[in-house]
């Protein structure tokens, strides 16, 4: 990785269509070299997808939070499954610190959120006690 791979990674971060005729332009690079960097980022797998920006609000789930848990001892995995398995889950982490896990959810509202958190995670057999944290702003990216 050099200064120019990571200048293609912040120009894909910003717009993962942005096509390879474009990079190679903003960057000064011809298309068949930004087109061989590329690749080799995707063959290397620090470039492991191409994904898209979501308004989340505008799909009616515009209150994200973080749901700290803190979990029964060897539980992970079977716990992880089932926080995957939440159609509010959108980051499923095993962390360190006064909680083992963190999701990131996203509810309708806060009634949602309620019934999410107190009646379907607390339920989860491998959950010993909850944290939530509401998002008031979100940020992606350096923008």
């Given at each position: 990785m050099d200064a120019v791979d990571r200048?293609?990674?912040?120009?894909?971060?910003?717009?993962?269509r942005t096509s390879i005729r474009d990079?190679?332009?903003r960057i000064g690079l011809?298309?068949?070299?930004?087109y061989a960097r590329v690749k080799r980022l995707i063959d290397t797998k620090v470039i492991r997808g191409f994904t898209i920006d979501v308004d989340h609000?505008?799909?009616?789930?515009?209150?994200?939070a973080y749901v700290h848990v803190r979990i029964k001892q060897n539980s992970w995995k079977s716990f992880r499954?089932?926080?995957?398995?939440l159609d509010e889950a959108a980051h499923v982490a095993l962390v360190a610190g006064d909680f083992d896990c963190v999701?990131?959810?996203r509810a309708r509202d806060a009634e949602h959120l309620r019934e999410l958190v107190l009646e379907r995670i607390q339920a989860?057999?491998?959950v010993v006690a909850t944290q939530t944290v509401l998002v008031f702003e979100e940020h992606v990216g350096p923008s």
């Open positions: 200048e293609i990674l912040d120009i894909l971060r910003a717009d993962s990079v190679a332009s011809s298309r068949a070299t930004a609000a505008a799909l009616g789930l515009g209150l994200p499954k089932k926080a995957w398995a999701i990131l959810v989860l057999p491998e």
